[in-house]
């Protein structure tokens, strides 16, 4: 660029940007080399046969390029014998690490004598040496790909031969905080992922490797793969270049050994302990912390504790302190950035020591690749060392630069004056000079707690700082400083100097490394010599101070810097500045902003401005005189004058000034030669037009003559061509006649023949398929016979069991209530004193026959045991467990047969203590005789005086009546005060059923109660209470029931006859109730036995399948109402008044849930309140544990009205899709079936029709479900609470057959809501989609072609698609994206789960795809050029709307419409006809099928450019494929629409979000003015918890 004509920043501009266009990368400023990334693969470019040009030729001679540097610097090296070095600079992604290499390659080939065939070793090392420290010092950035993270400086040493004899490798401040922090999209190094991806199956169970999104120092950024790079590739890459340099491979293996340490090292985590300011490993590390303790050969302990703790030493000893969660996080990441660095430093150094340096070596060529100058929106530390190392090579770079100049100045021996240039000397002792920035740095680091603030105030108080130019504070900024470099003004923010400043080892983690039992880790790590104890160490007095040593990044890389300039200094330096063209890393984008910054930046243009300040332009006189000779045509004979003369002649008749003659160059100032071409263009110009005259006169005259000998031979010829053909025209026509007439014989015939063999194969195969379909159809109806004769068979079978089962319930419920009123009225013959004998007799039969009862359960146990003995080998997987079930059985009863026994005996001794009773009942009767007769003798003497005082009496008739009212009115209030205490002790008893049912949970949970044993404590409880109401006979009812409380071994053997009554006893399998809920034979015969249960156990065994208390209630009445006293009938009226109550109460409440649940009652946080609203009602209410309800029902055709009124509105369908989804989760999550099998049987029994949801008739819900009964009323005290395992730590509630088909129905609801709302979007967006398909036509294809071809006249080129009609956005894409818009809103606004919302999108598209994939394989309109444009219109706005939308709820949407998405690739694409048949399925339509490609292929029309579709080749391989795959499946080209429903059940318990549904609710306006539903503004997980406590 030195030969320009306009040497200044626009002209060198334009000549990089000119030959960047022309792949020419390569430009010279003098010797400086400018090298442009071109961001592509230039294979031409190089390679041994570029290398053969350039070998030996002298620089400039050649085009640019980096292999002529190389050899200029191996030419002087061998010609001066000194040593060179080669210095690439550039920012990151220009290409240095490249460059480098190919210096490196070409040197290392002049080293093996210009040879690759047997090189030996060390070449081939050093060559191998840049992947490996690729691998692990290169890392991807912003703005590169492979971004060097450290500065390398190779030396290639050569003997005096110029062979290679040995290299090293020396590097500078590698970015350690990369190690630790990441920022998106960058990655970490390269390294780790190649580990993660590229490791084997054992290594990575060997070093409990994970995917790199699992590792915290990975899954800092969204990056983890690189385009067209592998990581498995690059890690055997790695692998291979470590045997080649002569890493062995159990080095190998340590090395990565410690890269997997330093991921599992970021993994863990830290948690404050129970100290202030401790700090402790968390729980869930506890993996990461064991792998990276057993990869570093340490005790898990001892590395938690060299994390967590600080050891300082004082004068009485050292003090362990715990540190917090962040220092122990820093600690961590001290650790891991102290690992790998010393791990890079020994990677260096072994490479050194396996290529093995040369120390004898005369001379050597250095290559230095080093990071370029840097300037982010935020720069931190490594900016700051980076730019420094900058400063001073640039310095090297213009001082180098002025040299020359000067140097070939004086050499041509002309007049000079000094030219000024850039000194940057400044800026260096603003850094680098006592108390400069890094100085002051130091000095801070050494203080335990300065701050970035306090480093920040030092450097605004320091006046040898803040006194420079260079220095300035900025305005918006406290902690942050700028200093103005070469290449423009930084500014570098203070947060994180001081901490990437400090280079220290912790003295834990020394200690811990050195007890390592790894010897990789032990060496990595050596014992640091300890410092001399002088007095003037203050730090090492009695070893007081903090546990590790300081050292100063800053400093270190200063002095690496200064000792690699004194290295540059003793060599000859050749520069190579790396250009990034543009900032998207794309070939053929040319930046101009951006490469002048470079320029600037690599002080390219400074050295043209030297050059300019000079004499710019610097011409050989040969060259001068060969170019401007035509100014001074007239002196060219004269021979005496050479070229220096006549140089000077031109310059004199040109009349410039300034200019200088050297001897062997002509030197002119800026601007000259310009006036020097515009006078020889003039004259060229000139001289051009008088020549072009002369030749096109000449031209014109020898084609016109040229023309005319050329038609009169074209014409004899012509017409002897005409002849000729006249003459065979006639021969071929008879001849043709000839063969036309055998032709049509021949073809005639054949046909003939062929349809004759046709004919005769379809009739053959027309009768064998006639002959097979009859022969089927006799099958069928031998089948179907079969099936109908069984089926039969089966339905008979089943109405009889059915019916079976029907009366041996009714017998059982009329022996019952015989049973019952056989109670009742041996209970009112208990009460009379004279029948004591009676009821002593009836004690001794009931003894007996209990006795007879135990034997014949005993009997039916057996059988029972015998038969579930049959039915255990239909179980074989539960054979252990049974057998265990029936061990522990058979010790229960053992363990009840002795309570049993204790029973009896105490039984007996109540019938003692009656006997003696009743002998002294009959001794004081006896005496009551005697007297009574006594008293008649007296009273037959006193007759008379009775008689006389009958009058008397009469008269006191009166008194007497008056006070027997008295004493009666006495007895009813004490009759009513007996009723309230009675009331009392059955609301005690109703307290007590929670009781009742946790014991016989835990009877449940624990041992099993044979069915004989609870049969003997019923029989016991009723022979002690019979014996207590003999010898309480002559009480009141009221002081009955203190009897009872006062005994409570009778009161826990009450407890257990009430729950033996209940169908949900112990789950031993002989004791299952049968399968229609009925109570087993033998237990319907112990309750003929049992006294009158109280109300509350009456209504618990109506709840559990016997009769209902109003049914109980009535029976009595009816049967034994007259034999009842007056307390018993009040009492037993109350009770029904009580329950009547209740039933009215309930309905009232269910009516008002009714019409609740029926508007519109909106979400509170998300839950739907319906939804909640049912299912808290049903759960207080008890209404799933309920074996008959209406509610139900009721539910269900409330719900179904709804839908049905408003099918068409999508609102209306999310608002109840939301809530039946959530009540049905809330069904599935919170009830089981109960533990008998009654239900579970009723529930596989229930018919499955396939009817659909509706029925038969349309707009009414209860053709299918509806059923009759009523509800089982549940007690209106007490909060609901959850009872099993459910989600939110509640236990589950054992439903019963209506609550389980009630889930069923809500299932069937959300199947029938989900297509309604997809069919409602479907036949809204279906007239849009015809549309969507096929472009609409603004013009003819004539017109077009005609205003195609006035364009192309014209010079405008042809219209862009862009600006064509057919490619706008059509309003139809537009109405479907509103139309999806609008669904998408509604759903969101309605709460509707993400994963339904996922499922209908992506249903919907598949629609889409569907219809508009058909719609183009059958009309040919559509499958045209223009057409394709269109719809990919379309489907990029598509696109765009479901990423704005966001995965979470259109899911995998986009991939639905892969079909009509590489369809409309395919159309659309350029040069059809090249293509190959594996390029077009394997890459533009992997998903068509053969016959999809084929018929669009065929259908294919170019409306546009009128461009031709596939090959012939193509169509006829497509043929074929089509013709070997002829199957039923292959012949239908067009898709389905896929109308099933999408997920299942589980699907909504697995994916539903598991929101709050349990807490309070706000109660409806339509139920705030009854206090029955306050429940709903309750917790019901504390309710939950506080009815477990």
């Given at each position: ?1584 918890l506080a009815s477990d406590g």
């Amino acid at each position: 660029m030195t030969t320009l004509s306009y040497l200044n920043e626009p002209g060198v501009l334009w000549n990089l940007k000119a030959r960047y266009q022309l792949d020419g990368i390569y430009t010279y400023t003098g010797s400086i080399l400018i090298a442009v990334n071109p961001f592509a693969s230039l294979p031409l470019l190089y390679g041994q046969h570029m290398m053969q040009q350039y070998k030996g030729r002298p620089l400039g001679e050649l085009s640019p390029h980096v292999y002529a540097i190389a050899d200029a610097a191996f030419k002087q090296m061998r010609k001066d014998s000194r040593s060179q070095s080669i210095l690439v600079s550039g920012e990151s992604g220009a290409g240095k690490t490249e460059t480098s290499k190919l210096i490196m390659k070409y040197l290392a080939w002049m080293g093996n004598g210009g040879d690759n065939e047997g090189a030996p070793g060390v070449e081939q090392q050093v060559l191998e040496s840049n992947p490996l420290l690729e691998a692990f010092g290169n890392a991807k950035t912003i703005r590169n790909d492979n971004s060097s993270r450290f500065g390398k400086f190779v030396e290639l040493q050569f003997n005096k031969a110029g062979r290679i004899s040995g290299a090293a490798v020396r590097t500078y401040l590698l970015e350690r905080s990369r190690v630790v922090q990441l920022t998106d999209p960058e990655r970490n190094y390269h390294i780790f992922y190649q580990l993660c991806d590229g490791a084997s199956s054992l290594e990575k169970e060997r070093w409990r490797l994970k995917p790199p999104q699992e590792f915290h120092y990975l899954n800092q950024s969204s990056c983890y793969n690189l385009p067209r790079v592998s990581n498995a590739d690059e890690y055997r890459h790695t692998r291979r270049a470590m045997t080649n340099v002569g890493i062995p491979a159990d080095e190998q293996d340590a090395i990565f050994q410690l890269v997997a340490t330093v991921l599992h090292l970021g993994n863990l985590e830290f948690t404050e302990a129970g100290e202030h300011d401790s700090s402790k490993v968390l729980e869930a590390s506890a993996g990461a912390l064991e792998a990276a303790a057993k990869l570093l050969g340490v005790q898990a302990d001892g590395l938690s504790r060299a994390l967590t703790t600080r050891t300082r030493h004082t004068v009485d000893g050292p003090i362990v302190s715990p540190i917090d969660v962040k220092a122990a996080l820093d600690n961590r990441d001290s650790l891991a950035k102290t690992i790998y660095s010393r791990m890079f430093d020994w990677l260096v150094a072994k490479i050194n020591t396996a290529i093995g340096q040369d120390a004898t070596a005369p001379t050597l060529v250095g290559v230095l690749d080093i990071y370029g100058f840097e300037c982010f929106k935020e720069n931190d530390f490594e900016q700051f060392c980076i730019n420094l190392a900058n400063e001073k090579l640039q310095q090297h770079f213009n001082q180098h630069v002025f040299k020359m100049e000067q140097a070939e100045y004086e050499k041509e021996k002309i007049d000079w004056s000094y030219i000024e240039f850039v000194d940057n000397q400044d800026v260096l002792d603003l850094i680098e000079k006592k108390y400069g920035v890094l100085d002051l740095l130091d000095e801070q680091c050494r203080f335990p707690k300065a701050t970035n603030v306090d480093f920040a105030n030092r450097l605004y108080n320091s006046s040898e700082v803040s006194s420079s130019k260079r220095f300035s504070k900025p305005k918006l900024s406290q902690t942050g400083f700028a200093i103005e470099h070469y290449a423009g003004g930084v500014g570098y923010k203070t947060d994180n100097f001081l901490i990437k400043n400090k280079d220290f080892v912790v003295a834990e983690h020394q200690q811990l490394m050195q007890s390592s039992d790894q010897p990789f880790v032990c060496m990595l790590f050596p014992a640091e010599p300890e410092a001399p104890a002088d007095g003037n160490n203050k730090g090492s007095r009695g070893k007081v101070g903090q546990g590790y040593k300081f050292s100063s990044v800053g400093s270190r890389f200063k002095k690496q810097l200064q000792e690699l300039m004194d290295a540059l200094h003793q060599m000859e330096p050749h520069y190579i500045r790396c250009i990034k063209p543009n900032s998207l890393n794309k070939p053929m984008l040319f930046e101009n902003n951006n490469v002048l910054h470079q320029l600037r930046c690599g002080g390219v243009l400074e050295a043209v401005r030297i050059s300019c300040a000079g004499f710019p332009t610097k011409t050989p006189y040969p060259d001068f005189v060969d170019h401007f000779w035509n100014l001074v045509p007239e002196l060219l004979s004269n021979e005496q004058l050479d070229d220096m003369a006549l140089s000077k002649a031109v310059l004199k008749k040109a009349n410039l000034q300034g200019y200088q003659c050297g001897l062997n160059k002509v030197f002119l100032r800026g601007g000259q030669m310009a006036v020097l071409d515009t006078m020889r263009t003039d004259i060229m110009h000139k001289a051009a037009v008088t020549i072009q005259r002369h030749v096109r006169g000449f031209m014109v005259q020898r084609q016109t003559q040229r023309i005319r000998r050329a038609v009169i031979k074209l014409q004899a010829g012509a017409r002897g061509m005409l002849a000729r053909a006249d003459a065979r025209r006639a021969r071929r026509l008879r001849a043709a006649i000839t063969i036309q007439r055998n032709v049509r014989m021949l073809k005639a015939r054949s046909q003939y023949l062929t349809v004759r063999t046709a004919a005769l194969v379809i009739q053959s195969a027309w009768r064998g398929h006639v002959a097979r379909t009859i022969a089927q159809d006799i099958r069928q109806e031998r089948a179907a016979l079969c099936i109908q004769r069984n089926w039969r068979r089966y339905q008979a079978r089943k109405a009889f069991l059915l019916y079976r089962r029907r009366v041996v319930r009714l017998q059982c419920a009329w022996r019952s209530k015989l049973a019952r009123r056989e109670l009742r009225k041996r209970r009112a013959s208990q009460r009379e004193a004279g029948k004591l004998l009676q009821d002593k007799k009836a004690l001794e039969d009931r003894l007996q026959e209990v006795q007879n009862i135990l034997e014949t359960v005993q009997n039916q146990r057996n059988e029972l045991r015998q038969q579930y003995k049959e039915e255990k080998t239909a179980r074989e997987s539960l054979e252990a467990q049974l057998a265990a079930a029936r061990q522990q059985g058979d010790a229960d009863l053992a363990a009840v047969k002795e309570n049993a026994q204790q029973s009896i005996s105490a039984l007996q001794s109540q019938k003692q203590a009656a006997d003696t009773a009743l002998q002294e009942s009959q001794g004081s009767a006896q005496a009551s005789l005697d007297n009574a007769n006594a008293v008649k003798a007296r009273l037959q003497s006193e007759l008379i005086m009775a008689q006389q005082k009958m009058a008397s009496l009469q008269k006191e008739r009166s008194e007497v009546e008056s006070k027997a009212t008295a004493v009666r009115e006495d007895l009813m209030n004490r009759l009513n005060n007996a009723l309230k205490q009675r009331d009392s002790a059955r609301e005690e008893a109703l307290l007590s059923k929670e009781e009742l049912k946790k014991l016989q949970e835990d009877i449940e949970s624990g041992a099993l109660v044979p069915r004989a044993a609870v049969t003997a404590a019923e029989t016991a409880a009723a022979a002690s209470a019979a014996a207590a109401a003999a010898s309480s006979a002559a009480l009141a009812a009221p002081a009955a029931a203190p009897s009872h409380a006062q005994d409570p071994g009778m009161i826990a053997q009450a407890r257990r006859f009430i729950s033996a009554a209940t169908p949900s006893t112990p789950p031993h399998p002989p004791m299952y109730p049968e399968a229609n809920g009925d109570i087993p034979s033998s237990t319907a015969l112990s309750m003929q036995m049992r006294p009158t249960p109280s109300p509350g156990v009456v209504r618990r065994l109506s709840e559990n399948g016997g009769l209902s208390p109003a049914d109980s209630l009535g029976t009595a009445a009816s049967g034994t109402l007259d034999g009842m006293s007056d307390v018993d009938r009040k009492q037993r009226e109350l009770y029904t008044r009580q329950q009547q109550l209740l039933r009215e109460q309930r309905t009232a409440d269910q009516e008002k849930l009714l019409s609740t649940i029926s508007e519109d009652l909106s979400f509170h946080h998300g839950r739907p309140v319906a939804a909640v609203l049912i299912f808290r009602s049903c759960l207080q209410w008890k209404v799933f544990q309920a074996d008959r309800t209406v509610l139900f029902d009721k539910i269900i055709n409330t719900m179904g009205s709804q839908i049905e009124r408003q099918q068409d509105n999508n609102a209306c369908l999310s608002y109840w899709l939301s809530n039946t989804v959530t009540l049905l989760y809330l069904l599935q999550r919170n009830i089981k079936p109960a533990s008998g099998g009654s239900y579970n049987s009723r529930l596989r029994a229930s018919p499955q029709q396939s009817r659909g949801f509706f029925g038969g008739s349309k707009g009414t819900f209860t053709s299918f479900f509806s059923r009759t009964g009523h509800s089982a009323g549940a007690s209106p005290g007490g909060d609901a609470s959850i009872h099993g395992g459910a989600a939110g730590h509640f236990r589950q509630v054992e439903a019963k057959y209506p609550a389980l088909l009630f889930k069923q129905q809500l299932d069937a609801f959300v199947q029938k809501i989900f297509p309604m709302l997809r069919d409602n979007v479907k036949k809204e967006i279906t007239p849009q989609l015809a549309a969507c398909i096929h472009a609409p036509r603004t013009a003819t294809t004539r017109n077009r072609r005609t205003r195609d071809l006035t364009t192309a006249l014209s010079g405008e080129g042809p219209s862009t698609p862009s600006g064509s009609s057919t490619t706008q956005l059509s309003p139809h894409w537009r109405n479907i994206l509103d139309v999806f818009q609008a669904l998408l809103a509604t759903l969101r606004q309605n709460y509707v789960p993400p994963f339904l919302v996922r499922k209908l999108f992506q249903q919907l598209f598949s629609f889409v795809n569907v219809q508009l994939f058909n719609q183009l394989l059958l009309r040919r309109e559509c499958c045209s050029f223009s057409n394709g444009e269109y719809v990919k219109t379309g489907l990029a706005e598509v696109e765009n709307w479901i990423h704005s939308a966001g995965k979470d709820w259109t899911g995998e949407s986009w991939d639905e419409l892969r079909y009509i998405r590489q369809a409309v690739t395919f159309l659309v694409i350029h040069q059809k006809h090249k293509k190959s048949l594996e390029e077009i399925t394997n890459d533009l339509c992997p998903v068509l099928s053969v016959q999809q490609l084929y018929r669009i292929s065929t259908m294919y029309w170019d409306d546009r450019y009128g461009t031709e579709t596939v090959s012939h080749e193509v169509l006829g391989r497509m043929k074929q494929l089509m013709v070997d795959n002829n199957t039923a499946a292959s012949h239908s080209f067009l898709l389905d629409d896929d109308s099933s429903i999408p997920f299942s059940l589980d699907d909504i318990s697995n994916l539903m979000e598991d929101k709050d549904m349990y807490s309070e609710i706000p109660v409806p306006k339509s139920l705030k003015d009854s206090r029955n539903f306050e429940f709903l503004q309750r917790d019901l997980r504390r309710t939950a918890l506080a009815s477990d406590g």
